[in-house]
């Protein structure tokens, strides 16, 4: 599984991005793909996910309301759209796989398979 992100960049408080995720490699629709992120100095977060199989989705509650994480299958690319970012939404985003529809442990407990490189977000006036 190869997983290659891009959008990050440097966004003002209350601006939006949106970030990309190619996915190649997945073989069967029992999977979660999503994105964790990580801030300086701090552990790593779920943010939200979408199941392979059921196109459901999944948020932690700090991006509820202004991340939206959708599909594209014919283009293999998961997408967030982050709205009213804040200065604590700053981190490394990385894109993740992990191979089973659970979205608790992909966003709680992080049992990840298969990650990408990440792309650096950073909210600031």
């Known amino acids: 599984v190869r997983l290659v992100e891009s959008g990050g960049g440097l966004v003002q408080p209350g601006g939006s991005l949106r970030l990309s995720c190619a996915a190649s490699g997945l073989t069967a629709d029992d999977y979660c793909i999503g994105w964790i992120r990580q801030a300086p100095g701090k552990d790593r977060e779920g943010v939200a996910c979408?199941?392979?199989?059921?196109?459901?989705?999944w948020y932690v509650d700090s991006v509820k309301g202004r991340f939206t994480i959708s599909r594209d299958s014919d283009k293999n690319m998961v997408l967030l759209q982050m709205d009213n970012l804040e200065p604590e939404d700053t981190a490394v985003y990385y894109c993740?796989?992990?191979?089973?529809?659970?979205?608790?442990?992909?966003?709680?407990?992080?049992?990840?398979?298969?990650w990408g490189q990440g792309t650096p977000v950073t909210v600031s006036s």
């Open positions: 979408i199941g392979g199989s059921d196109g459901r989705t």
């Open positions: 993740a796989v992990k191979d089973a529809n659970l979205p608790y442990s992909f966003l709680h407990r992080l049992t990840i398979d298969h």
